[in-house]
Nanobody, 129 residues
Framework: QVQLVESGGGSVQSGGSLRLSCVAS????????MGWFRRPPGKEREGVAA???????SYVDPVKGRFTISQDNAKNTLYLQMNSLKPEDSAMYYC???????????????????????WGQGTQVTVSS
């Protein structure tokens, strides 16, 4: 079993920055694929960024150039650095993990995250204009 605990959410003004963290515990190792999903108010869950077991990263177009996903394997921690935040980035952000080292683009960032086995409880991000 894997446990994921997110932190770092909050309220910021447009143009501001936040760094989300996700601490993983349990039976997990560096070969897992991990990522971030979000659910904006009244909308479906959507992918944000992913990192596979080899460290390759991928992003959805709306966040490219603004968000950076990274991980510290020694600390079992996944990060999402979010810069130049916009009101449309407001959402509950979820950390996800899966034992597969590699995932297709759809598996990694699509299908509302259905391909991930493990989910955190989420951390709220609110960006005001």
């Amino acid at each position: 079993q894997v446990q994921l605990v997110e932190s770092g959410g909050g309220s910021v003004q447009s143009g501001g920055s936040l760094r989300l963290s996700c601490v993983a515990s349990g039976y997990i190792n560096s070969t897992y694929s991990m990522g971030w999903f979000r659910r904006p108010p009244g909308k479906e869950r959507e992918g944000v960024a992913a990192i596979d077991g080899d460290g390759s990263t991928s992003y959805v177009d709306p966040v490219k150039g603004r968000f950076t996903i990274s991980q510290d394997n020694a600390k079992n921690t996944l990060y999402l650095q979010m810069n130049s935040l916009k009101p449309e980035d407001s959402a509950m952000y979820y950390c996800v993990a899966d034992p597969r080292r590699h995932m297709t683009a759809i598996q990694a960032l699509g299908a509302e995250g259905m391909y991930y086995n493990y989910w955190g409880q989420g951390t709220q991000v609110t960006v005001s204009s």
